[in-house]
């Protein structure tokens, strides 16, 4: 720092004792690594731990963590918090040990039932304690209605319970964006007009087995979806960054309700190790960087479009976010929510 200048703006990694980061759209899409995160992670590993919280439940801790390791990233299994386990912890306090549940999903989610001492059936005439669903590519019709079967009576009426691992709506592929968990469990809600427990994000309790098991005192989540990543963390009281490589794009994060806004807007990874712009706001008027946006009535007005897309980004929607309206209700250029940043 220069003897009188002014200090930096911190990096997103100030302070911070653990990073916690969601998998696809983040890390990977499909695959492989995405652009500039197995550095940008590599580094953010010195000085603190790193660990990972994916709501996939379709592959094991020891899978997730081996893949991880050919990107270049060596991990292990205990590095890795999924859905599943959360789902478990969930069941273990509304059923009896060694009870038979009827499972939805691949072997992500069967280990996990087995590791919790269940056992797994794929049929309703197996009289299950309960139901536990999760994602995997070759999850069909008749699996969903094994669980249909299972769930006919109301949990209220004496019906078993149903846990689902998570409910994204879509998955980020290397091809594109897929349906996700949220999806199939949709279907089996149509068919039996309940509702399932979550366990993963964005509930709390896939956060709380990952702040309890690395002992975090100062963690900071990154994921790629507001509605999931973002708002679970808000609801478990840890910082976020969302990063634009996957689900969620600028339209979404400027129309982010308020338990769905992170603590950092990044565009790629790198900027974890980036000193993080202050936000400066003076009346209807917020600057970042050399960014300017401003609200008049109806209108957002763009004053300067600074020099990086991401700082425009960020003023404008700290600048919609302030005035506590729906995004709707503005008229705003084009090019306020223009998406040049990478995505699979």
């Known amino acids: 720092m220069a003897l009188f200048g002014r200090r930096a703006d911190p990096t997103p990694l100030e302070g911070v004792d653990v990073v916690l980061a969601d998998l696809d759209g983040v890390v990977y899409a499909g695959s492989g690594a995405l652009p500039y995160a197995v550095d940008a992670l590599t580094d953010a590993r010195n000085g603190r ?45 509304r059923i009896p040990a060694g009870s038979s549940i009827l499972v939805v999903g691949g072997e992500g989610l069967t280990q996990e039932v087995e590791k919790a001492g269940f056992v797994v059936t794929r049929s309703a ?72 427990t979550v366990a993963g994000k964005p509930e709390t309790p896939i956060f709380e087995e990952a702040v309890s098991r690395f002992g975090a005192r100062h963690p900071l989540f990154i994921g790629d979806r507001l509605d999931t990543d973002i708002l679970g963390a808000g609801r478990a009281g840890i910082d976020s960054a969302l990063v634009l490589t996957g689900i969620d794009r600028p339209k979404q994060v400027l129309a982010a309700p ?75 250029p084009e090019r306020l929510y223009a998406d040049p940043f990478h995505r699979p």
Request: hydrophobic letters at 40%.
């Open 49 to 93: 731990r790193l660990a990972y919280i994916t709501n996939n439940a379709s592959r094991t801790d020891a899978a997730v963590a081996e893949h991880l390791t050919s990107l270049g990233l060596p991990t292990s299994a205990e590095e890795v918090v999924t859905s599943p386990q959360a789902a478990m912890r969930l069941l273990a306090t």
């Open 125 to 196: 005439e197996d009289s299950p304690a309960a139901v536990v669903q999760g994602f995997a590519p070759d999850v069909g019709w008749r699996h969903l209605a094994e669980a249909a079967y299972a769930l006919k009576v109301p949990e209220g009426d004496g019906g078993i319970p149903w846990i689902a691992t998570n409910t994204d709506w879509t998955i980020p592929q290397a091809r594109g964006i897929a349906p996700g968990n949220g999806t199939l469990v949709s279907a089996v809600h149509t068919a039996v007009g309940r509702l399932a």
């Open 258 to 332: 308020p338990g769905s806004r992170p603590t950092y807007l990044l565009a790629d990874l790198r900027e974890l190790h980036e000193p993080y712009p202050a936000t400066r706001v003076s009346g209807d008027t917020v600057t970042v960087g050399r960014a300017r946006v401003r609200i008049d009535g109806g209108d957002v007005l763009i004053d300067s479009d600074g020099d990086r897309p991401i700082d425009l980004l960020r003023a404008g929607a700290t600048a919609i976010w302030n005035t506590g309206r729906a995004i709707f209700g503005f008229r705003m």
